[in-house]
């Protein structure tokens, strides 16, 4: 395992859009937030301040995601993934160490991102219950996003197409929610959507009216993210290269 985890560093950080893509989900993340805090006065964009100082989130996601997806799509476009596994006849533990890697360069990023979010916009002190709790969660969210995105692109192996589908199970459900007239059903699609669901961690004020509660929101995210990466491991032994 510690072979797999020193080539998977070696061969992630030899991609020029690494560095690139993690120092523009912190810049980004922190952007679109210290943006969002700046265009709304106190009780101008609604109660919770800490969520609208993380509303760059969104960036940040989606620019993990395609991280994620690249450290295993780009080997299978350029048929770099014949030689890693001929190197590393165990797949699952090819993965394993992709998961780990990927995982050791986002969280610092967005350990940087979230709380430069928060302290440019108008929110209590980082060392308040709720509003710590929100900045764990969404470093927490960012990493079980690059994850899932990384099962999903195992089992799609074309990097564009594994993009398109992770963004879409982003952001499908919030939008077919929002079409959606009966409110129960609203709801619903709410719990279950990952982007949805795992959000609710930011929440610090009205907590009895979110559909599904932050940690078990995160809970939620989670779950897909490890149907993804069982799925891909699943994928990835049962496939030739």
């Not at 995982?103 to 980082?126: K, N, R």
């Not at 594994?162 to 009966?182: E, K, T, W």
């Given at each position: ?24 989900a ?31 989130i969104?960036?940040?996601q989606s620019?993990v ?26 797949r ?51 990493l ?21 589908c992770v ?24 719990k ?23 940690w ?14 069982l ?5 990835l ?5």
């Amino acid at each position: 395992m510690r072979y797999a985890l020193r080539a998977e560093w070696t061969k992630l950080w030899t991609v020029p859009g690494t560095a690139w893509l993690l120092l523009g989900a912190v810049v980004g993340t922190a952007g679109l937030g210290a943006l969002a805090a700046a265009a709304c006065s106190p009780g101008e964009c609604g109660a919770d301040p800490t969520r609208t100082s993380l509303t760059g989130i969104h960036i940040g996601q989606s620019v993990v995601a395609i991280l994620a997806v690249l450290a295993i799509g780009g080997e299978y476009a350029t048929g770099m993934m014949r030689v890693t596994l001929a190197a590393i006849p165990r797949r699952p533990a090819v993965l394993a160490a992709k998961a780990a890697v990927l995982a050791a360069v986002v969280v610092p990023a967005a350990a940087v991102a979230v709380p430069a979010s928060l302290l440019s916009g108008d929110t209590p002190s980082l060392s308040g219950g709720p509003v710590l709790r929100a900045a764990l969660g969404s470093v927490l969210y960012l990493l079980l996003v690059a994850l899932l995105a990384l099962g999903v692109a195992t089992v799609v192996r074309h990097p564009a197409a594994a993009i398109g589908c992770v963004l879409g199970l982003l952001y499908l459900f919030p939008i077919v929610a929002a079409a959606m007239a009966d409110p129960d059903w609203q709801r619903r699609l709410e719990k279950v959507g990952p982007m949805s669901a795992g959000q609710s961690i930011q929440a610090t004020t009205g907590l009895d009216g979110l559909p599904v509660g932050p940690w078990a929101g995160l809970g939620v995210l989670a779950l897909w993210a490890a149907g993804a990466l069982l799925a891909g491991a699943l994928a990835l032994q049962a496939r030739d290269a």
